[in-house]
């Protein structure tokens, strides 16, 4: 049976003028050890009248494309553009560094799974790296599937959800003391700034991640809440979106009841769905409700906003 990220795919490129055989010309020969993939929005339907075509060749070779960028020591960008204006991007991942994402992806598995024994073993953070577990995830093999395949399972693509909760849910929470933070000082407009900016789209990411979705790009998160509200549940999206998208006048009381309301529940039901995310945030002395700096902060702010000691906007 196709399956979905095929379907998308094939449906994009018929616009383009495609297929998914077309594709193939535009990588090297491949080894019987080597693999050819389909990854990106066009993969998972989110491809726009603009997006690019993104390929993942893994294997050793050198490149074909028209022009080269070196990302790092040892991946390499490919740009070409075709016959009908569509421009092609072949990124290389050898199997070295493949094999350096599956370790530390195994990590993070371990950390997920046993929380109180994970002592030296990290969390993997890197974004390139995070987001190219995410595309194979995504993928759609255009040669040597059974290769691919085992790229797949190693990387622990199927728990990657969890993965990325945890890393915004705890980043969530960081920020959200910030928040607390800049309101006892009297900053209402940084720590607004702060809310909208940088709170509400952690708390997006985590929720979510949490509903198994795992594209870690920030500007297809409005879009995939969308998409997903029935399942995340419709109210809660109306108020993230309404609380992330609307600019409004900084004020120190609307953004006590903005965790209240909007941010907490989200980070709550992120907790709720997946408990090894929660099991493993409580390792790192992080809850939504139990988290001590947090909760002396927004004590305090709610002490000075009832005694009738507004926090000051900054002009």
Not at 58 to 70: A, E, K, R, Y
Not at 273 to 280: F, N, P, Q, S, T
Not at 288 to 311: E, F, I, P
Request: aromatic share 6%.
């Amino acid at each position: 049976m196709t399956s979905v990220a095929q379907q998308n795919a094939e449906r994009f490129l018929a616009g383009r003028g495609l297929t998914l055989e077309d594709l193939k010309r535009f990588a090297p020969s491949l080894g019987r050890d080597e693999c050819l993939l389909l990854v990106g929005p066009v993969t998972e339907g989110l491809a726009n009248a603009t997006s690019d075509i993104d390929l993942y060749y893994f294997g050793d070779g050198d490149l074909v494309g028209d022009s080269t960028l070196q990302l790092d020591d040892t991946g390499v960008l490919d740009v070409t553009f075709d016959d009908l204006g569509n421009e092609i991007n072949v990124e290389r991942w050898t199997p070295s560094s493949l094999q350096h994402v599956c370790r530390l992806m195994a990590s993070s598995m371990e950390v997920l799974d046993a929380p109180q024994n994970s002592h030296g073993n990290a969390i993997e953070q890197d974004p390139r790296r995070l987001k190219m577990v995410h595309r194979v995830r995504n993928a759609v093999p255009l040669a040597n599937p059974a290769v691919f395949e085992r790229w797949r399972a190693a990387m622990h693509c199927e728990r990657l959800h969890e993965h990325l909760s945890l890393l915004a849910l705890l980043e969530y929470l960081a920020l959200r003391e910030d928040v607390f933070g800049e309101l006892l000082d009297g900053e209402v407009e940084s720590a607004s700034w702060i809310a909208r900016t940088m709170v509400a789209p952690s708390a997006i990411a985590a929720l979510l991640h949490a509903a198994g979705l795992t594209n870690p790009s920030v500007k297809w998160h409005l879009k995939l809440l969308r998409r997903h509200q029935t399942d995340i549940g419709t109210d809660l999206v109306a108020h993230l979106i309404d609380f992330a998208a609307e600019g409004r006048d900084p004020d120190a009381a609307a953004i006590v009841r903005s965790f209240d309301e909007v941010l907490d529940p989200a980070a709550s039901a992120v907790q709720s769905r997946l408990k090894a995310v929660r099991r493993a945030a409580l390792a790192f002395g992080q809850t939504v409700r139990y988290t001590s700096t947090y909760r002396q902060a927004k004590k305090r702010v709610l002490k000075q906003l009832g005694g009738g000691l507004a926090v000051p906007v900054v002009a």
